[in-house]
């Protein structure tokens, strides 16, 4: 009888289920979408038990389509959104709905905890200032709550019963060396926040359990199933991406984006505005990185107030068009500087109260113009991510994989190696790698798939090579694009406070 994996890639709207076989290829998938909840300004929260709904339909509905019966499952593991906090009770009773990566309420208490360390070393989104939050304003949720689960958590408790957490969801307990962790505690001392709801932790690839029994019968497969601890998108998505070793990395182009490095076993203690460190598949080879907070966001936008006729008439191939109207259009986009900063933004810089701009319009500027203009910023801001990373390190990578929905686009590949001076490729597949992850996940974790070995799950579809010329007229548009951010601060904060 075969053995197949079952993958899931959580997003901020939906969730990928995936089958995959032990040679890493991928044999069908389902996507099944849930709300996200925005009561005020800054909100952004999901219902936990939308998740576990989803993934039973989405689960059921893979097996059908690729004919796979159940019995045939034998892994599976988490790729999920991070950031997010899930109350628990002991019985594991949801008190609260998820407040996600995308809130931002926290700022006060954010504020608070930079305050008592004299520098700023943590943002409105990260889990302890929504925590903090929660323990000021839902006093009952914080008091009943057995644990805070990150989404991973939560979905692993649904699957096997058991509450458990990862050391990528974002609680910040878990090092790799004494001063380090030390660190991390101290951080809840600066949060007044107990450590006792943070549940056990097992590494990525760790053994969770099997299948309850009632699980398995929500997801049409059997108690054999076993489950290995997944990861927060970032980690998976580097498995996927094949960056595994120190040195390699990765840039993500979905509703977000990111671009990562593997940078071997030590934490840095001292980094640039909105990096994170977070531990790898080996948990000895950290992933170092920013992450932008409106990337495909902020391109579909464009899209949808730009091209909305053509979009309405053609659906997806608007992208075609789109492809087509932006082949000849120049490097720095015949004069237009834009902002991804839809939803504020946290890397390369870290202010939620940044906004979109486009600057440069005149009566000649064409809707391609800004469509390329917007593309554009979103390659500024990973480079300026991989400046960091070359001060942090003293290091610039050889090549960057691509992967995501954004990566489909030939012309942004190579507005990215032009942008970055360095070959970007493509894997097969881009737009799964976060299931291909978690699949690899899996195949290490059951012993079938040396951790050194996980790029034997990634297959390269094409290399986009850099253009010197317009290298050299990226490089300068770069800098002034730089300057934006400075000039605008003070504005964004003044508009801010007139909301």
Request: aromatic fraction near 10%; hydrophobic fraction near 40%; proline fraction near 4%.
């Amino acid at each position: 009888m075969s053995e197949y994996i079952l993958a899931y890639d959580f997003g901020t709207s939906g969730v990928k289920a995936a089958l995959v076989d032990f040679q890493g290829s991928l044999l069908g998938y389902e996507e099944e979408g849930y709300p996200l909840i925005s009561e005020a300004v800054g909100y952004a929260e999901q219902d936990p038990v939308q998740y576990w709904d989803a993934v039973c339909k989405a689960t059921k509905a893979v097996l059908v389509k690729v004919g796979v019966s159940g019995e045939e499952v034998v892994g599976m593991s988490f790729g999920t959104q991070g950031m997010g906090i899930i109350p628990v009770d002991e019985d594991g009773k949801v008190l609260y709905n998820n407040i996600t990566w995308v809130d931002s309420r926290a700022r006060e208490q954010a504020d608070r905890m930079n305050a008592k360390a004299g520098e700023n070393i943590i943002d409105a989104s990260d889990v302890l200032p929504k925590v903090m939050w929660l323990k000021q304003y839902r006093p009952e949720v914080y008091d009943r709550a057995k644990y805070i689960l990150g989404c991973t958590g939560y979905l692993n408790m649904k699957a096997t019963g058991k509450m458990t957490t990862d050391y990528t969801d974002g609680q910040g307990l878990y090092a790799n060396d004494e001063a380090v962790e030390k660190m991390f505690y101290g951080m809840y001392d600066l949060a007044e926040l107990d450590t006792a709801k943070v549940p056990p932790l097992i590494p990525t690839g760790g053994y969770v359990g099997n299948l309850t029994e009632q699980a398995a019968e929500e997801l049409g497969v059997t108690t054999k199933v076993e489950v290995y601890m997944g990861a927060v998108d970032v980690t998976v998505a580097a498995v996927g991406a094949a960056c595994c070793k120190e040195g390699d990395v990765h840039l993500y182009l979905g509703t977000s984006g990111w671009i990562t490095a593997m940078i071997g076993p030590h934490y840095l203690a001292d980094t640039c505005t909105g990096i994170y460190q977070l531990p790898g598949l080996d948990i000895n080879n950290l992933i170092y990185g920013g992450c932008v907070q409106s990337a495909c966001l902020a391109f579909n936008w464009t899209i949808d107030n730009f091209y909305r006729k053509e979009k309405e008439e053609l659906g997806g191939g608007v992208f075609d068009l789109i492809e087509k109207d932006l082949e000849n259009i120049p490097p720095g986009s015949n004069g237009i500087i834009a902002s991804p900063w839809l939803m504020g933004e946290r890397c390369p810089i870290m202010d939620e109260k940044t906004k979109g701009v486009f600057i440069g319009v005149s009566n000649l500027t064409d809707r391609a113009d800004l469509v390329n203009a917007m593309q554009e910023s979103i390659g500024y801001s990973l480079r300026m991510q991989m400046d960091y990373y070359k001060n942090d390190t003293g290091k610039w990578p050889e090549k960057i994989g691509s992967i995501g929905g954004g990566s489909l686009s030939d012309h942004w590949m190579q507005m990215m190696a032009d942008i970055m001076g360095t070959p970007v490729y493509r894997p097969a597949n881009c737009r799964h790698s976060g299931a291909i992850g978690a699949a690899a996940i899996v195949a290490v974790g059951m012993g079938r798939v040396g951790v050194n070995e996980v790029d034997q799950f990634v297959q390269v579809e094409r290399t986009f090579e850099p253009d010197p010329e317009r290298v050299a007229i990226y490089n300068e548009k770069y800098e002034t694009w730089k300057k934006l951010y400075p000039a605008l601060k003070d504005l964004f904060a003044e508009m801010a406070d007139q909301q």
